[in-house]
């Protein structure tokens, strides 16, 4: 792994002549935020070695480089999913590169079903915290000291001054923002209504597919997080109605422009 994260960071870094300190991984059709990236380059997934390749629709898979207002960035649009195949090392091994690149702060996006029932669909819910309900963990194997202790510390796992400055700023800009713990799935199915009582039950506001690896292995590797959720259904006894990917694309869709505002300031 650590022969494959150095090739990897060596090829990219052929290809940048930035040193983005700022990393940023969008969501299922949360690609919106690039559209403000300038003086890009873009790397398609696929030719990035050992870097899996994305499937699902509405990803389009490519690391973007450049400009977020005064400030170098990375993004990934389009992540990798458990649900897709891929071992969590896989689903990981982009944060791998990002801190070998020299990433300290890592901003993360998704859609997800709320299950607190103050929620309304198209809130955004800024990260506070998370739990892990995702099969295999993505540091169980052999703890490598040069990536991160093998016993990490997850009090801080979302910044808490990341948060304080985004809860500013939505304020700045009158931007309704919730706040709340996501629970991190499987999927690919969303959930039936025992499961996101259960959900609600074990202290979760919202619930998605996404996140959670990559936000340990980040903590792992000392990178400070933060994270936005979009909640783009509800799975609230009384409101739950069907659900489908088409429609989670489209209320993620009708946000994101001040999902978008929030990140960049923050950035900034
Ligand atoms: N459940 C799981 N993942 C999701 C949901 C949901 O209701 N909505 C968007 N992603």
Same mark, same amino acid.
């Given at each position: 792994m650590l022969q494959k994260i150095q090739e990897t960071a060596?090829?990219?870094? +052929?290809?940048? !002549?930035?040193?983005?300190?700022?990393?940023i991984i969008l969501g299922t059709g949360l690609g919106n935020l690039v559209t403000q990236i300038t003086d890009k380059t873009e790397i398609p997934y696929q030719t990035i070695p050992n870097f899996p390749v994305s499937t699902v629709e509405g990803h389009s898979g490519k690391l973007i480089v450049g400009? $977020?207002?005064? @400030?170098?960035v990375l993004a990934m649009q389009?992540? =990798?999913?458990?649900?897709?195949?891929?071992?969590?090392?896989? @689903?990981?091994?982009?944060?791998?590169?990002?801190?070998? /690149?020299?990433?300290? +702060?890592? /901003?993360v996006s998704n859609a997800s079903g709320g299950v607190d029932p103050n929620f309304e669909i198209g809130d955004l819910m800024i990260i506070t915290d998370h739990i892990n309900l995702?099969?295999?963990?993505?540091? &169980?194997?052999?703890? =490598?000291?040069? /990536?991160?202790? &093998?016993?990490?510390?997850? !009090?801080?796992?979302? !910044?808490?001054? $990341?948060?304080?400055?985004?809860?500013?700023?939505?304020?700045?800009?009158?931007?309704?923002?919730?706040?709340? @713990?996501?629970?991190? +799935?499987t999927g690919p199915t969303f959930e039936t209504p025992a499961e996101y009582r259960y959900f609600r039950a074990i202290?979760?506001?919202?619930?998605?597919?996404? +996140? @959670?690896?990559?936000?340990?292995?980040?903590?792992?590797?000392?990178?400070?997080?933060f994270g936005i959720s979009i909640i783009?259904?509800?799975?609230?006894?009384?409101k739950i109605v069907e659900v489908s990917h088409e429609e989670v694309?489209?209320?993620?869709? !009708?946000?994101?422009?001040?999902?978008? $505002?929030?990140?960049?300031?923050?950035?900034?």
């Open positions: 060596d090829f990219l870094r +052929t290809k940048i !002549s930035t040193n983005p300190k700022t990393g400009k $977020l207002g005064n @400030v170098d389009g992540r =990798f999913h458990y649900y897709e195949g891929y071992d969590m090392k896989d @689903v990981t091994f982009p944060v791998r590169v990002m801190k070998a /690149l020299g990433i300290d +702060t890592l /901003l995702f099969p295999e963990h993505p540091l &169980r194997g052999k703890n =490598f000291p040069e /990536l991160g202790t &093998r016993f990490p510390d997850m !009090s801080d796992a979302y !910044s808490k001054e $990341l948060i304080e400055k985004a809860r500013q700023i939505a304020a700045k800009h009158k931007i309704k923002v919730v706040e709340g @713990v996501y629970v991190g +799935t202290g979760g506001d919202a619930v998605g597919m996404s +996140t @959670v690896p990559e936000v340990i292995v980040a903590n792992h590797a000392g990178i400070r997080c783009t259904d509800l799975g609230v006894p009384g694309q489209q209320i993620g869709n !009708s946000v994101q422009p001040l999902m978008t $505002l929030i990140m960049k300031e923050l950035i900034n």
